[in-house]
């Protein structure tokens, strides 16, 4: 199953609205197939696995991120092609989430004559596709608040300047995030302060860029093609509030947008955080201290009363890139 979702993990921000997933058949212990779904419309893993096997696919195992799609879409269903194949186990590691079709694969596999074995590796296959798990459920994109701060605390000094706060290895790791979305946001002041592309840069005529939005009460269409480079859409948002926020969200689903990036500034964070939008944080922390009363803070907003109105995170993981740290968490909701 590691082999399957090292395999989903080589069509990174490629598949969406579809979800990654890979599959690999194996027979005597030996991987006889290996397939991984590259881009929407185009065959699903299970199917490019069974290719690769060939007849050899007789009797062998699959094992796949996810489970087997079982209705017609722009392709067939994987359920006939699994049982044509004439596979013997089938290892699922997430169960489809959308209720329509949540086990209906396994069923059609077992009343094949297939043994099913679920939650293999399940952590692992969630974490893979919870942007696509958020959207099929809800309707709304996953939300992910990026954000670079220093060891105390700051994004900028007290005129706007940010370049750079973390170093080469972190900025890569943005770019790899911004593969992943399907539209970056920023707020006016990012926008004004750093001119930010919002683009993915590091891959050579990356195809799918995100859609860049920037919420703001003032900024033009005409301002925002002064501030940011061209090439993709660019768009301007005005939000407050929770209704605002979750009407924007469902607009943006209806649309296909899995997936959105927000990378500040301070507060933009504190907008989205208060409204209980954010899925998931991650800050990235460079080991310098700014100082500086008037140096603009990771997360603003209106000043809170007691700690208790702290946003706890859970899941916490840390991660070093370079020199800097990079902590990710879930908003305990």
């Known amino acids: 199953m590691l082999e399957a979702i090292a395999l989903a993990k080589k069509a990174w921000g490629q598949t969406s609205p579809n979800p990654l997933v890979g599959a690999v058949i194996v027979k005597d212990g030996i991987i006889i197939g290996r397939g991984y779904h590259h881009c929407a419309g185009e065959a699903h893993a299970e199917v490019n696995a069974l290719k690769d096997a060939g007849d ?3 009797g062998a195992d699959i094992y796949v991120t996810l489970e087997p799609c079982s209705t017609s879409g722009r392709t067939p269903p994987c359920t006939a092609a699994i049982i044509n194949a004439k596979i013997k186990t089938a290892y699922i590691g997430s169960v489809d989430p959308n209720p329509v079709h949540s086990g209906k694969a396994v069923k059609l596999l077992q009343d094949a004559g297939i043994r099913i074995i679920c939650d293999v590796e399940k952590a692992a296959c969630d974490q893979l596709n919870e942007a696509f798990f958020t959207w099929i459920t809800t309707g709304k994109p996953f939300v992910l608040l990026k954000m670079a701060m220093t060891l105390d605390g700051k ?8 370049q750079w706060i973390t170093g080469a290895v972190a900025r890569e790791r943005v770019q790899y995030l ?8 920023v707020g006016g002041n990012t926008a004004r302060a750093d001119h930010p592309s919002l683009t993915v840069r590091n891959v050579e005529s990356w195809a799918p860029q995100p859609r860049r939005i920037i919420v703001s009460n003032s900024l033009s269409k005409d301002n925002l093609e002064q501030l940011l480079p061209m090439g993709g859409v660019i768009e301007t948002v005005a939000l407050s509030g929770i209704s605002d926020w979750e009407c924007y969200l469902k607009q943006l689903g209806g649309t296909g947008i899995t997936a959105l990036l ?3 500034g301070g507060e933009l964070a504190a907008e989205v955080i208060a409204s209980g939008v954010v899925d998931k944080i991650e800050f990235h922390i460079a080991m310098k201290i700014l100082g500086g009363r008037d140096s603009r803070s990771v997360v603003g907003g209106i000043n809170p009363l007691t700690l208790s109105e702290a946003v706890q995170l ?5 991660e070093y890139l370079g020199d800097d740290l990079a902590i990710s968490g879930y908003p305990a909701k």
Request: proline share 0%; with cysteine; aromatic share 4%.
């Open 56 to 58: 050899d696919a007789c």
């Open 155 to 162: 994004i900028a000094t007290a005129d706007g300047n940010s």
């Open 178 to 185: 911004r593969q992943w979305s399907d539209a970056v946001m």
């Open 262 to 264: 927000i990378e500040g």
């Open 314 to 318: 859970k899941d916490i993981k840390t």
